[in-house]
Every structure is written in structure tokens, then in C-alpha cells.
């Protein structure tokens, strides 16, 4: 994606609706001429000006604050005006079509923060989450995306990136002086070396899946026969009435769907239907949706009526859950057999007696999914993203395989090359080494003005 860095654009920067404030940003090296328009004079840098805004006739259009800001010296690298006028939709547009007017284009969706990288005031894990701490949904992920924006995630990784250089360098000189009597390949220093890199990335992988937690949570798929208790738990969890629960079996025919947080990680909670033979066509297609969301969760409960066991229908359907997510088996209605709230460790897994109905038992299960998902809530995490984890789950293979490599004596070109491919998956996460279908991808997500 080729960017028009020449082009000069602008955008209501604030959500639609009313407000008492609103925002629109300008950017571009057209800016200091439609700034000159539209304000009668050039502001000094970073100083409040209250001003009239006007159209590109002279027409008074409305009377706010303006900051300008010159490169390289701005949020995008390039000059930026931003004008704070009263909040009205029909406001902001007239401000903004005033600034079309005078030159400026639309700008794309992500298209500010895109400049900031393209511009080097961003890398592309920090412009990401500029777009996370805007869609947090919980207090720690907007302290994470903060932190990413800060650039601890970048930080880290380039730190990766540097281990991996001196590396390759040790590597290369190694090759070229491949004639001298001391063969560096054999020795034990590069090999320690390398064991400590994929420690490092290891690492890091397992602080970037607390972080891809924080901000996309994780899936949690309540499942199990008819009338054992599944919605009950559900609005257990929710802490409201959002399933209906009733003493007929299959009430839910569709799969229900609660957002929730455990101790500051989102969680979304997926109510399904009762899992049974049935020759109700409705209720069929409720049970396929059902194994759908099975599929793809990140980890399932599979609710057994405790006062009447753990029975062959149960068992069947354990056997049918995908290998991958983590199971666990709730025993629910201790409450109706006088059973204390528990959790046992199995070969099959983890069991946890609760009771929906009284609470008893459910921090158990809280604490439970806390620790299966890796998450400590800890202050020092920053979010990531599902695309962080598969460019370092790359890199770690690709030091696997120069750690393969090595011990059995093969070229040191082939262990260069594995360690180049490992420096490049890391490089993707800051855009060091980025394709552009990536970059328009990435940034399309963004919302304008952003």
C-alpha cells in the first residue's frame, strides 16, 4: 500500500453525536496555508489560541480553541491543526467540509496514526495499541495497552532483536574463517547462546499471551446434557438473569453469549444448548450451533448433575470435545445433597463441585480459569495481539531448528539462515520487516480521526 505522504487530510476526531467539545484534526503539508484560512493567522506551536473559525469564504462558522502543531514535533511526524469547537455533529462537519475546501482529502480510517509510523514517531506494536487503549473494555487492559503504547512491548522485543544480531554475527565470522584450526561452531558458547535466546523468546511468548488475553479475553463455552444447570451458571457468572432457567429440558435452543470479568481479564461466556439426541428440528440446529462454539473456545465447562452422577451421556461428550481447549468438569447442585464446594485434580482433569444456585464454590471456579489461562493480573503486563504471538511462536521455531542444526554439525550457512528467518518474525511485530497488505489490514481497523 502505497500512502500519499504529500496529501494533506482531515477528520472529525471525536465519536459521533453531541457533545460539549468536539475535535477536528488536520494533517498534512498543506496545513499551515488551511490553518492561515481558517483561523486568520498561524498559532505559535503548542499554544492555545481562541479564535473564530471560518470558511474558506470568510463565513464565521464557529469560535473554539486551536493548536497547532509544527513537524516534526506532532502526534503524526507531519504539521497537525486541531480545532476544538462546540460538540454538534452539524458543527464538526462544517468545520470539516470548511478544511476539504481549502484543500485537504478525507483521511482513511487509522490514516493519523499510520503517518505516525510511517513517520517514525511509531513503531507498529505501539501504534496498535493506540487502537487497543481506545477499545479497552476493562480497567487493566487500558493499563496495558498504555504500556505497550510506551513501548515496553518494543522495547523487549528489540532487545530479542539484538541478541539474535550478535548472534549472527558471531555465526558469519564464524563461516567466514571457516580455515582456522578452532572450529566456533563446536564450541559450547554459541550453543548456550542460542538456549538462552529461546529462553528469552519463551519469555516473552508467555508475556504476550497474558497481554492477548487482556485485550481479546478468553472464550469460555459452557456445555453439557439438558437441565443440568448450564444456564444457571451463566448467570452465576454474569451476576444477572440473562438465560432463562426452567425446570423443562432444552429451554436454551440458541447459543447466549455474556461478557464478564475476572479480576480484570474479559471473559466471554457462551450459555448452549442441552447436548442430546432429538428429532426437534429446532432444537437440532441449536445443538449444531452448540459443537460450533465447542470448536472454537479457548476453554469448556462441562456441566454433570451432580446428585445424579457422572453418567455415559457425559462421558460421550467429553469424548467429543476438541483436543486443545482445557476442560474442566463442573458438578454442579451440590447444594441439593448437602456436598461441601471443592475442586478434585484427576487424570482426566480438573473437577470442580459447586453450586449455581447458592454461589457456593464459584470463586473456586474463578481462580480456576484465572490460573488455566496464565493470567496473574500483574501491573506490569501490556496487551498484544494474536498476530505478536504467531510472529514469536515463529521465531521460536526457527531458533529450535538453528539449535537443531547445530548439534548435528551441519553447515553454519543453515544456522544463520534459521537464526535471519527467527530476527525477521520478530521484526513483523514492529514493523521492522511488514508487508503493506499488512500495514492496510492493521490500520483499516482503526476508527477515523484516529
Known amino acids: 500500500m502505497t500512502v500519499a505522504l504529500s496529501d494533506t487530510i482531515a477528520a472529525v476526531a471525536t465519536p459521533s453525536g453531541r457533545g460539549g467539545v468536539g475535535v477536528v484534526r488536520i494533517s498534512g503539508p498543506g496545513t499551515p496555508q488551511v490553518t492561515r484560512r481558517i483561523l486568520g493567522v498561524l ?42 469547537g462546540h460538540g454538534g455533529p452539524v458543527v464538526m462537519d462544517m468545520l470539516l467540509q470548511a478544511a476539504l475546501r481549502l ?10 496514526s499510520e503517518r505516525a509510523f510511517l513517520n517514525g514517531k511509531l513503531d507498529l506494536a505501539q501504534a496498535e495499541a493506540v487502537a487497543d487503549l481506545i477499545e479497552s473494555s476493562t480497567d ?14 518494543s522495547a523487549r522485543v528489540r532487545t530479542l532483536v539484538d541478541s539474535l544480531t550478535e548472534l549472527r554475527t558471531y555465526v558469519e565470522a564464524a563461516i567466514d574463517f571457516a580455515e582456522e584450526a578452532v572450529d566456533f561452531l563446536s564450541g559450547p558458547e554459541l550453543e548456550d547462546r542460542l538456549n538462552a535466546a529461546s529462553r528469552e523468546v519463551k519469555d516473552l511468548l508467555a508475556s504476550a499471551y497474558q497481554g492477548a488475553l ?31 432457567v426452567t425446570e ?63 453418567g455415559p451421556s457425559d462421558q460421550e461428550i467429553l469424548e467429543r470435545f476438541p483436543i486443545g481447549p482445557e476442560r474442566i468438569i463442573v458438578h454442579n447442585k451440590v447444594d441439593l445433597i448437602q456436598a461441601t464446594a471443592r475442586i478434585d485434580s484427576t487424570a482426566g482433569g480438573e473437577s470442580i463441585h459447586l453450586s449455581a444456585a447458592t454461589g457456593e464454590g464459584l470463586p473456586l471456579l474463578r481462580e480456576h ?6 493470567f496473574t493480573g500483574g501491573e506490569g ?24 542444526h547445530l548439534r548435528d ?30 500495514l492496510g489490514r492493521i490500520f483499516s481497523t482503526f476508527c477515523i480521526g484516529k
Do not use: C
Request: charged share 25%.
Open 409 to 438: 554439525g551441519h553447515a553454519g550457512e543453515l544456522v544463520a539462515e534459521d537464526l535471519r528467518q527467527a530476527q525477521h518474525h520478530l521484526g513483523e511485530i514492529t514493523g521492522e520487516f511488514t508487508a503493506d497488505d499488512l
Open 369 to 374: 480459569l484465572k490460573g488455566i489461562m496464565g
Open 248 to 310: 423443562v429440558p432444552g429451554t436454551t435452543r440458541d447459543v447466549l453469549r455474556e461478557h464478564i470479568q475476572i479480576d480484570g481479564m474479559p471473559v466471554h461466556v457462551l450459555d448452549t444448548a442441552g447436548l442430546r439426541p432429538t428429532d426437534d428440528a429446532v432444537e437440532r440446529v441449536g445443538i449444531d450451533r452448540a459443537w460450533r462454539a465447542i470448536s472454537e473456545a479457548d476453554a469448556l465447562l462441562l456441566v454433570v448433575d451432580h446428585p445424579l452422577g457422572f
Open 43 to 84: 498559532p505559535p506551536p503548542r499554544q492555545a489560541l481562541y479564535r473564530v473559525f471560518r470558511d474558506a469564504d470568510g463565513t464565521p462558522l464557529d469560535r473554539g480553541i486551536a493548536l497547532f502543531f509544527p513537524a516534526p514535533q506532532s502526534y503524526t511526524g507531519d504539521d497537525v491543526l486541531e480545532l476544538q
Open 140 to 153: 487493566q487492559a487500558a493499563r496495558g495497552a498504555y504500556r505497550s503504547l510506551q513501548g515496553e512491548f
Open 214 to 244: 487482556l485485550r481479546d479475553g478468553m472464550t469460555l463455552v459452557i456445555a453439557g446434557r439438558p437441565n443440568v444447570g448450564k444456564s444457571s451458571l451463566l448467570n452465576a457468572l454474569a451476576g444477572r438473569d440473562s438465560a432463562i
Open 103 to 112: 484543500g485537504a482529502r478525507p483521511a482513511r480510517p487509522g490514516e493519523f
Open 381 to 404: 503486563s501490556f496487551t498484544a495481539r494474536r498476530r505478536h504471538l504467531e510472529a514469536l511462536r515463529r521465531a521460536g521455531a526457527w531458533l529450535g531448528e538453528a539449535s537443531t
